[in-house]
């Protein structure tokens, strides 16, 4: 099975700029395996926030954008907020089937 | 407004058998694929398995580790899905959590937590 890889933990100041990242074990990512970013809050279900690259949902702050670069995808965070530190996960889809990254923890 | 609730979670023995509902409203249930991940406590989340539509067959696709001891079933006239879960290991403690796939995963529920332990 594709292994999907994340930063375990990434710290920004508030207000400050960061990028989350996302690579797979079987090359480059691209928008064939429909990349999504999740996030989780503590105690909370996770949430959907960016869907195939960089659809964003319209609860899904302006802050956040979603991106494929160098065969890696991104979340990108401007202007990060204190109610933004929580857990980030991103998923690959493989032939139908989907993994998710390790998740990284974001601190603001 | 998209709503899932799932229920049916809680203790059960090894080798033990389970049965997870999820109720959902808010969107045409018949017209998504839906999907069970689970979380296991403290730990990342982890895609479980899915259904398709009954016009796609109703294809079921799982992970290696629940293969032929999960099963994932749907009611479209109840706008439920199910997830059977049989041999129960200690390794399948975790919160399960019902997600359409549908319109960029648009709906997670809260989840049902279940404990596998002797």
């Known amino acids: 099975q594709a292994v999907v890889t994340q930063e375990p933990s990434v710290t920004v100041s508030p207000g400050g700029t960061v990028t989350l990242t996302c690579g797979s074990s079987t090359g480059p990512v691209t928008s064939g395996h429909y990349p999504y970013w999740f996030q989780q809050r503590p105690g909370q279900a996770p949430r959907t926030l960016i869907y195939?690259?960089?659809f964003k949902h319209p609860w899904t702050p302006a802050r956040f954008s979603g991106s494929l670069f160098g065969g890696i995808f991104a979340l990108t965070v401007s202007g990060a907020q204190p109610d933004d530190e929580a857990d980030y996960y991103c998923m690959l889809s493989y032939s139908g089937t989907r993994v998710f990254g390790g998740g990284t923890k974001l601190t603001v | 407004e998209v709503q899932l609730v799932e229920s049916g979670g809680g203790l059960v023995e090894p080798g033990g058998s389970l049965r997870l509902s999820c109720a959902v409203s808010?969107?045409?249930?018949?017209?998504?694929?839906m999907t069970w991940v689970r979380q296991a406590p403290g730990k990342g989340l982890e895609w479980v398995g899915r259904?398709?539509?009954?016009?796609?067959?109703?294809?079921?696709e799982y992970i290696e580790a629940v293969k032929g001891r999960f099963f994932i079933s749907r009611d479209d006239s109840r706008r439920e899905l199910y997830l059977q879960m049989s041999s129960l290991k200690i390794e399948d403690t975790a919160t399960y959590y019902c997600?359409?796939?549908?319109?960029?995963?648009?709906?997670w529920g809260q989840g049902t937590l279940v404990i596998v332990s002797p």
């Open positions: 997600v359409t796939e549908g319109w960029g995963w648009i709906g």
């Open positions: 808010g969107f045409t249930f018949n017209d998504a694929w």
């Open positions: 259904i398709k539509k009954k016009n796609e067959g109703l294809t079921r």
């Open positions: 195939d690259a960089g």
